[in-house]
């Protein structure tokens, strides 16, 4: 409504932008304020046509005659085969006053009067009404009413529906919108109605005057056209004036790759087609669709990958294939189908031959080819290359629980490794150059323990993997400005045996005999942690929490890179937001850094770094990192949770990325220093380092740092002190919680005593992590641990929640096995005894000791009911639940 009346005596009039193929129901809002829904016949033989496609867009009309009543004037409705049908009141309904109640129409309602065809190849995928060029009621007076269609031609009709001019031929899809140039006068505001009142003649006698426009098509291209090139060059000189301005992705994206050595990146659509766009000209420089025009819906890629030298892309497909792509043209050399599955990831090895690749698949299997060198279009009549051959595959994972990272890493002695981690908390390493056609593929060693995940019988589901992108437990650890509080805060704090971080820069450059660097992986899980797992053994060696950003998610995408000497990964929550942390992954919460990237899921990021060209401004030409999201809009076509509509790019910032590994620059020199005892400065500047991180970590507790359970472990690790002691000691003990120690072997019973109920396997964990962490550090095993530590230790490793019934509901519905709804007695016991970490029979009366309550002394048999379910358990056994 563009007038300034008051509107309470108006009728207004709205009609859907979609319908059924037969009906359109249209709405008035009575001065009552009451709606009224009425849907007009809509019958093919009324309009002499074979039949009414579905209704696409609608645009309205003013009344032709000026004293019309409201509810009354013309409007016209876009269809799915492109006709406009026209809209009007007045006049008798087919079937009479009877036809008219039966459809809760009022004599007068609108009804479709005609139909005229608009786009004979394609819908109406535009409808709108503009005014002229002219100003004033000039302008009013050579309003057109203008569509789109998927046939990708643009149309300008009058008011009586005649074609003006058109814009034929653009060939890039169907137009999706049509946007005119801001008018001179207000009057040519959005929504302003087409009216009939000019004359006849009107639009006949006088040239097409009509603003500039721009046209945006379903593949993502927008073109500028000037109107009046069609009076002087023609419908097909005026498209062929046009001009391009924007190249977007060309359909809605699954996955994409960055080239290693160029700024391309490579893009899978959702609806078959692959394409190469350079990230620093914008431009897409080659495209193919492997669905050859959808006749083989089996060929459209799901994931994709560059060889890591560049010279080739390997895409895998919906229907199981892997093919070899050239990396300029995208010319398809070789497709092989090695899976009646759809591919999930394919990766290829890092190793300077590039001579590995490897795909995982929706069955939860890991397959393995060798690559043949580069992947390249023929050329001067040659016959195509063989890209790759295909070795064997293993079924890893299984169908529910797929595989969330694939990955392959070189070590130092040019060993090729090759690591899965399925969701069910499945970690497997793969014997590369020991596999064979013959033999396929032959695993090396599988954990189902170290992720803690339901393959272990845990709740945490790992949700993404990588490889280090450095040697971080080779001891070669490193930061930006060698500060020992940095390096310090990396390794949990200080230990008694060494109390201390990773040597001084100056120590580091006298050994010349540097340890190999161990292979190891991140993992990150619905639990909010971020867990490095040593490949070598398949043991967890640390377990940190990992970026939080509430409500949107846990990390699903990790990709590990460094920037000078440091170390980062830029990770993806499961939705709007995208980050960086510092590595190693300590669960500060200074080291790491989120954006809202997207308003929606995103589905993948990438990290690349480029040459900079050297100018005055930079003076130096270094490279630059740039960081890859693909995600949804929120809105706009083909969103989903499977596919996106925006592929943001982020240029990382150097100086910020110091600030995240310095953690805490306001420390960094604030201890003295003395030149008598260099070595007394140091273990004080760690110290504090230490107690700033402790300070930090503290602050993700309820409470804060002096909150109710920061004290509360405060007093379990002095207890610890006075156990440790001797508790029948007759002399003084010392407690000292602020420089003081404990035994390692003490910190699972005081998480214990703080409620979080370690097993023995995670126990160990901590002992193991306890070590690793002296050892990046390049100190000894240690044997006891200060305040600071253990609270760093406790909150990486702490819940972030606690126990609910459904977990014991989980539990014993994997117990039961479809078996019933109770478990007895005795198979409850049978179970406890011999499964997981067996409980003896010395354990078990101890327990029932504990849980019956002071002066019960109730035996195992009283604590259990005959018949136990998850209820029951928890409220007879371990009374989560109280009578009431």
Known sequence: DDDDDDDDDETFSTVPTSSDKTHEKAHQKQATKTLRCYAPPVRARDFSVGAVGEFTRSAFVAPARPNASPGQGRCVT???????????????????????????MNPGDRRGVKIVKAHARGAVTHLGVVLGAGDGDD??????????GGDGNVRFFDPELRL?????????????????????????????????SSSANAHAASPFRARDFLVATETSFVYGLKSNDFELLGSSGAVENAVLLLRGSLEPAVAFAVHPNEPVLCVCGARGRVWLWNFVTKKVSASRDLTLGGTRPGGSPTAVCFRRDGLGVLVGTKGGELKALDSNS?????????????????????????????????????????????IHEPRDGHDTARAFDFVGKHRTHAPETPCVGLGFHTNSDGDVELASVGAEGRVARFDVEGSTEEDGVDLVEVSDVALSGEAAGGNVRPTAMAFLASSLGGGDEGTGDGSDESTSESGEGSEKSGEGSESSDEDSEKSTDKPSPRVQILVADDHLKIRTVDCDSLTCVRVACGPDFGEHGPVTSLVPFREGKDDFAAFACDR????????????????????????????????AATKRLKTAENGSGDTETFVFALGGGGVGFGDSENCGCILSVW??????????????????????????????????????????LAFRMAGLLEGGPRGALVNAARDAFAFAQLTAQGELASSDRAVDTRYGTVPVSSVAGIFRALGVYLTQREANDVSVEIRHCAELNKLPPPTEIDFDAFLVLFVNRRPVR??????????????LDDEGDFLSRKSLLEMLKTSGEAVSDLELVEIARVLGGAGQNKSIKDLFPENVNAKNFARDVLGFISEG
């Open 139 to 148: 302008s009013r007076d050579s309003a057109f009413l203008v569509t789109g």
């Open 576 to 607: 709007d937001v995208v980050g960086i942390v510092a590595l190693p992954a300590t669960g500060d919460p200074r080291r790491a850094m989120g954006v809202v990237a997207h308003s929606g899921k995103v589905l993948q990021i990438a990290v």
């Open 651 to 692: 240029r990382v910032d150097k100086s910020s990325l110091r600030r995240l590994q310095t953690s805490d620059p306001s420390s960094t020199g604030s201890a003295t220093t003395s030149s008598t005892d260099p070595e007394r400065d140091q273990k004080k500047a760690r110290r504090l380092a230490s107690k700033r």
């Open 164 to 196: 003006v001019a058109w814009f034929d031929g653009l060939d890039s899809g169907g137009v999706s919108s049509v946007s005119f140039v801001a008018a001179a006068s207000p009057s040519t505001a959005r929504g302003t109605p087409l009216t009939a």
């Open 802 to 815: 606690d126990i609910r019934l459904t977990d014991l509901e989980n539990a014993f519905a994997i117990m």
């Open 330 to 374: 995208l010319f398809e050399t070789q497709a092989m189908r090695f899976t009646p599955d759809a591919v999930t990831r394919v990766v290829s090895s890092d190793d300077a031959s590039c001579t590995y690749a490897a795909a995982a698949d929706t069955a939860g299997a890991v397959s393995l080819f060798r690559l043949l060198g580069p």
């Open 78 to 104: 876009g269809t799915a085969d492109g006709d406009l049908l026209v809209w009007q009141g007045g006049g008798v309904l087919p079937g009479g006053a009877e036809a008219f109640e039966k459809r809760n």
